[in-house]
C-alpha cells in the first residue's frame, strides 16, 4: 500500500514538469547582409559615442552597468529579420560577417561607456544592468531573485562628433 502511494505522489509530481516550456521552432541561418548595408558601420571615423547604462529601482536606487559590455549594433534590415525571426520562436544562427560590424567596449564601475571611430550611421546601443534581491517565503525559504535586464537605445553618430546617450528605461 505504501508502495502505491509513493508511486500515485511521484506521478502527480512528475505529471507537473514541463507543462509550460517554450518549444522553439528550430534555427534559422541568417543570410549574409548586404555589404553596401553593411560599409558606413565598417568604414573609420572620428565620432565619439558616450553615455551611462543604468536603471532606478522603484524605491528610487540607481543600479549601474558596472563592467558591462556595451554594444553598438547596426540598425539595418538584417537586425529587423533577426528580431522577427526571435519573436517568432526560432534559435537565430548570426552569418559570420555581422558581428564585425559591432563596435563594443567595456563600461567603468559607474556604467560610464566610450567608443571612438565612429562615422556617421544609426546604431541600436545594448547592454544590461542586473543585480539580485533576496526573497524568503513561508514556503520556498530563502533565494535570489534577479532583477534589471538588457537596454536597448537607438543613437545616431556623427562623424568628427561626439554624442551622449543615456541608456535606460
Known amino acids: 500500500?505504501?508502495?502505491?502511494?509513493?508511486?500515485?505522489?511521484?506521478a502527480v509530481l512528475?505529471?507537473?514538469?514541463?507543462?509550460?516550456?517554450?518549444?522553439?521552432?528550430?534555427?534559422?541561418?541568417?543570410p549574409k547582409p548586404d555589404a553596401a548595408n553593411l560599409e558606413p558601420?565598417?568604414?573609420?571615423?572620428?565620432?565619439?559615442?558616450?553615455?551611462?547604462?543604468?536603471?532606478?529601482?522603484k524605491g528610487g536606487d540607481s543600479k549601474f552597468g558596472a563592467g558591462e559590455k556595451v554594444c553598438l549594433v547596426p540598425n539595418i534590415a538584417y537586425l529587423s529579420k533577426r528580431?522577427?525571426?526571435?519573436?517568432?520562436?526560432?534559435?537565430?544562427?548570426d552569418h559570420a560577417s555581422w558581428e564585425?560590424?559591432?563596435?563594443c567596449a567595456?563600461?567603468?564601475g559607474d556604467g560610464r561607456f566610450k567608443i571612438t571611430g565612429l562615422g556617421t550611421a544609426n546604431w541600436v546601443a545594448e547592454s544590461k544592468v542586473t543585480w539580485s534581491v533576496t526573497q524568503c517565503?513561508?514556503?520556498?525559504g530563502c533565494?535570489?531573485?534577479p532583477q534589471g535586464g538588457y537596454i536597448t537605445k537607438n543613437v545616431q553618430s556623427k562623424d568628427k562628433e561626439e554624442v551622449t546617450v543615456m541608456m535606460t528605461r
Open 83 to 93: 528580431k522577427q525571426k526571435i519573436r517568432e520562436g526560432y534559435f537565430v544562427a
Open 41 to 57: 558601420y565598417l568604414s573609420k571615423g572620428t565620432g565619439t559615442v558616450t553615455g551611462q547604462v543604468f536603471l532606478r529601482t
Open 143 to 145: 533565494y535570489e531573485s
Open 1 to 10: 500500500m505504501r508502495n502505491l502511494v509513493f508511486l500515485a505522489i511521484v
Open 106 to 108: 567595456q563600461a567603468d
Open 14 to 30: 512528475i505529471s507537473g514538469c514541463g507543462g509550460n516550456q517554450v518549444k522553439s521552432k528550430g534555427y534559422f541561418e541568417m
Open 137 to 140: 517565503g513561508r514556503y520556498t
Open 100 to 103: 564585425k560590424a559591432f563596435k
